[in-house]
Each structure stands twice: as structure tokens, then as C-alpha cells.
């Protein structure tokens, strides 16, 4: 009868396969996770880097759509109030062009439109989070400032007129500014300061002029309808933000199943497949014992 010479070798390594199996067998248990390494299912683990990658791509747009979010709602309710004082100052304006108020009633509604024009400027350099909102992307300073030195007064633009996106991770753009000078200074008619600095000095001029006063009016009126024009902008910009994130979000809870059905061990089968492994083991441990003592002549039948 022929025996084999490595028949002990090839034994030994059938047992470290299976001790490797056992001790892969007991990780997935252990850990809960099946696929513990690159070579155990190679395809299972490139999909889950890119479920993972996903993944992050979402949390990253949440986390920044969080930030935008109140960035747009406070240039929103800034706009608002805006919109409420100019209300405000065309009522005014209306009163002082009836005919009927002298000279110093006159001066007391320059002086609440110029109060007014006052509380229009800080809403214009609104900030959020230590970033001014109407300053395009120059938002490190103030984007308006106001100066008397001639009459009537002038304020000044020193923002940019650059606008910021934010891509959704499934490359949608969404605009997240107005810059102030679209808004405050628009075009000809449409400059809400160039307004209302006109009709201060209309009403503290000692010549009054009621066709330059009306005019101007007129111009602050239509102002107001720009600036509400282009409140709607940072509506929909909302309205798309909250529509992306409740998606992202939604895409978020899919991905995070399908890695987790992707990579979870199944602990049933790997509890009968490290029983089997084990059995398996000792069977090949007792074996080689027995074959490692005496000669192997004496383990040869009769």
C-alpha cells in the first residue's frame, strides 16, 4: 500500500484554513458585520465605500443646508421688515403732499422718513452668523453706508454683486443671496435710498416743491414693489432648500438600510456555519494528534 509523505502537511493546512474560517466566523459574530475586511467579498466592499461616500455627501449638504436656512430666513424677515417701513414712509409722504401741512409739519415727516431711511440701512447691513447677508460674496463688511455731507444724502454700496449657490448632492443649484445693491438700488426708479433720501430733503427744503415731492413718491412706491419682487427670490430659494433636504434626508434613511443589509452579518447562519467550523477543527486537531504519536506503519491496517 502507497502512503502519502505529506499526508500530516496537508492535514496541517486544511486546519489552519479552518482555524482562519473559525476565528473570520467569530469576528462576523462578535462584531456583527459580515463583511470585515477586502478579501472576504471584495464587490460587498467596494459597494459599501460607495454607499458610504453618498452617505457623507448627504450629511455634509444637511449640515450646510442647516446654516443656509437661517441665513435665509433672517434676509427674509430683514426684507420683511423692509417692506413694512416703506409702507410706512409712502404713507408719509402721502400725508406731506395733501396741501394742507405747513412748513413744520413738513419737517417732522422729513424727520421720521429720515428715521425710517435709518432703520432700512441697518436692515440692509443685516448679518448672520458674523457674515452681512446683502453684501453678495463681500460679506466680511458692511455692504451700505450713509453720508450727509450733501443734500440730498447719498449712501453707498461697498458690497460685491456675486451670488452664492449651494449644489444639492444630486447637482441642483440652489441661490442663496440677493446682493443689497439689486435690492436698495436697482435701476433708476427702482433705488429704495436714492427715494427716500429725495423726499427727506423735499420736506426739510424751505421751497417746498409738491410735483418734485409727489414724483418722488411715485419712486418710492415703485421701490417698494422691486424690493417685495425680490423678497420672492429668497422665498423660493427656501422652498427649494426645504424640498432638497427633505429628499437628501429621505435618501439618507434608504442608503443607510441598504449598507446596513450590505454588511450585517446574518447571525443564524454564521452561528450553524462556526459550529461546523469548530467541529470541523477539532475533527483535524484530533487526527493529527493521533497521527503525530507512533509510526505511521502502526496506523496501517493488518
Known amino acids: 500500500m502507497r502512503v502519502d509523505p505529506t499526508y500530516i502537511n496537508n492535514l496541517v493546512s486544511a486546519l489552519d484554513q479552518s482555524q482562519a474560517t473559525t476565528q473570520q466566523l467569530s469576528s462576523q459574530l462578535s462584531s456583527g458585520v ?83 431711511r435709518g432703520e432700512i440701512l441697518t436692515l440692509a447691513n443685516s448679518s448672520y452668523l458674523g457674515q452681512y447677508i446683502f453684501a453678495g460674496t463681500a460679506s466680511s463688511s458692511a455692504p451700505f453706508s450713509l453720508s450727509n455731507v450733501t ?65 418722488d413718491t411715485q419712486a418710492l412706491g415703485t421701490a417698494l414693489s422691486y424690493v ?27 442608503l443607510t438600510a441598504a449598507q446596513t443589509n450590505l454588511m450585517q452579518a446574518d447571525i443564524a447562519k454564521i452561528s450553524t456555519q462556526l459550529a461546523l467550523s469548530t467541529t470541523q477543527q477539532s475533527a483535524l486537531e484530533s487526527v493529527i494528534a493521533k497521527l503525530g504519536s507512533g509510526s505511521l506503519f502502526d496506523r496501517l491496517p493488518g
Open 228 to 254: 417685495s419682487q425680490q423678497r420672492v427670490t429668497l422665498d423660493n430659494s427656501m422652498t427649494q432648500l426645504t424640498s432638497a433636504s427633505s429628499a437628501v434626508s429621505a435618501e439618507h434613511t434608504q
Open 151 to 215: 443734500s440730498p444724502s447719498t449712501v453707498t454700496y461697498n458690497g460685491d454683486q456675486n451670488l452664492n449657490y449651494l449644489e444639492t448632492p444630486g447637482g441642483q443649484k440652489i441661490q442663496l443671496n440677493v446682493p443689497g445693491n439689486q435690492i436698495f438700488d436697482g435701476v433708476g426708479a427702482n433705488s429704495v435710498f436714492a427715494a427716500l433720501n429725495n423726499l427727506v430733503a423735499d420736506y426739510s427744503s424751505p421751497t417746498f416743491n409738491a410735483s418734485t415731492a409727489i414724483a
Open 34 to 116: 459580515r463583511v470585515t475586511s477586502l478579501s472576504i467579498d471584495p464587490l460587498a466592499a467596494g459597494e459599501n465605500v460607495r454607499l458610504l461616500n453618498q452617505m457623507q455627501q448627504d450629511d455634509s449638504f444637511t449640515q450646510s443646508a442647516s446654516l443656509v436656512t437661517g441665513q435665509l430666513q433672517v434676509g427674509d424677515s430683514a426684507l420683511g421688515q423692509v417692506v413694512t417701513q416703506l409702507i410706512e414712509a409712502v404713507s408719509l409722504a402721502t400725508s406731506a403732499n395733501n396741501g394742507t401741512m405747513n412748513a413744520s409739519n413738513r419737517l417732522s415727516i422729513s424727520n421720521q422718513i429720515a428715521g425710517i
